[in-house]
């Protein structure tokens, strides 16, 4: 079986979509929607694509002939209605990150896919590069011990997508950095702990360099007709209700002295760090965790097709996703509100 994938927007981040699906034989692009002609074209050329397979509305892609799935590349405020609408369609999804903009939401995405019995995929590409499969398989079999603490951060020095654009305006984006990258961050970390279930929040964002059009990155388009209305850092203080504390930061630009990812977990065994892929241990040991680099986009397509093929159930688990989403919400109404949150609340 060749699954038939269509590409819902065709901006900068479909285009490693297309890779991946060009890597593999058990997959083709049918089909490809944006609203703007001229990435429609260049995708659709680059795809192989004839005029008719390419499309101005999302709503008459889902009829197109052989199409067994889509791929959300779209705003994130679009993911939700657009994603729905697939699975509605009878579609396999493979929606980009984040989720959705909104907790209420993501559960109209999980609900979707339970009751028109489709896959649902987030695009959280981190669990799938080989320092993440090594490192869980650590955790998992309790090479650290109990867990109790982690640092899960994407600090960048200089790297706004997009000024102007869908990235930096709220009514599209629903925030900065943290929807853009720290979710690959913070999910990357819950992920190694398989702890998703957060007690309460305390949050603060700012937008220091953005509005005045600093700390500009190359992904994406820049607008400056456009305007930038979304935190630029936001940091938060993270309590699980397994007792476990999550200390989260991120940034799009910040005077820091290099951009930095990070996930750190600790447990009374040891510690585990993905920068350094080492264990840290008593006595100040330190040994290496082996891993195979991997291309998480090639990863994480395979991974969508063998879903949509059989009886894979997708990586990202509804219930972590919700989670998540709860996670996102609570730190950016904390930090709107300069108040401690409460799960309770989203």
Not at 74 to 96: D, R
Not at 276 to 298: F, Q, R, S
């Amino acid at each position: 079986m060749v699954v038939g994938i269509g590409v819902i927007g065709c901006g900068s981040i479909s285009w490693y979509h297309l890779r991946a699906i060009q890597s593999l034989e058990s997959a083709e692009i049918v089909a490809a929607y944006n609203r703007s002609p001229g990435p429609r074209a260049r995708f659709g050329t680059e795809a192989g694509l004839s005029s008719g397979s390419l499309y101005s509305d999302a709503s008459e892609l889902f009829g197109h002939d052989g199409l067994d799935a889509v791929v959300v590349c779209l705003p994130n405020s679009m993911h939700s209605k657009v994603s729905v609408e697939a699975m509605e369609a009878g579609l396999h999804v493979l929606c980009e990150k984040p989720m959705a903009t909104s907790l209420a939401e993501a559960e109209r995405m999980v609900g979707a896919a339970e009751r028109y019995d489709r896959k649902l995929l987030i695009g959280l590409t981190r669990r799938f590069t080989g320092e993440s499969v090594a490192a869980k398989r650590v955790v998992d079999g309790g090479g650290l011990g109990e867990v109790y603490y982690s640092k899960a951060g994407w600090m960048r020095r200089s790297g706004i997508p997009g000024w102007g654009s869908q990235f930096t305006r709220r009514d599209l984006a629903g925030a900065g950095p943290i929807y853009d990258i720290g979710v690959h961050a913070l999910d990357n970390a819950c992920w190694l702990m398989s702890d998703f279930e957060a007690e309460k929040v305390l949050a603060s964002s700012y937008s220091r360099l953005g509005p005045m059009r600093r700390g500009l990155g190359d992904w994406g388009v820049h607008d400056f007709d456009g305007y930038f209305d979304v935190e630029d850092l936001a940091a938060a203080l993270i309590k699980m209700r397994s007792g476990v504390t999550v200390v989260f930061e991120v940034s799009w630009a910040a005077h820091v002295p290099r951009s930095r990812y990070t996930v750190r977990v600790l447990g009374e065994e040891a510690g585990l760090d993905l920068e350094t892929m080492m264990l840290y241990t008593d006595g100040e040991v330190d040994v290496p965790i082996a891993y195979e680099e991997t291309d998480p986009y090639l990863e994480e397509m395979r991974h969508f097709v063998d879903c949509v093929e059989g009886d894979v159930v997708p990586l990202t688990a509804p219930e972590e996703m919700l989670e998540l989403q709860a996670m996102l919400d609570m730190i950016l109404l904390s930090s709107g509100e300069d108040r401690v949150v409460r799960r309770s609340e989203v």
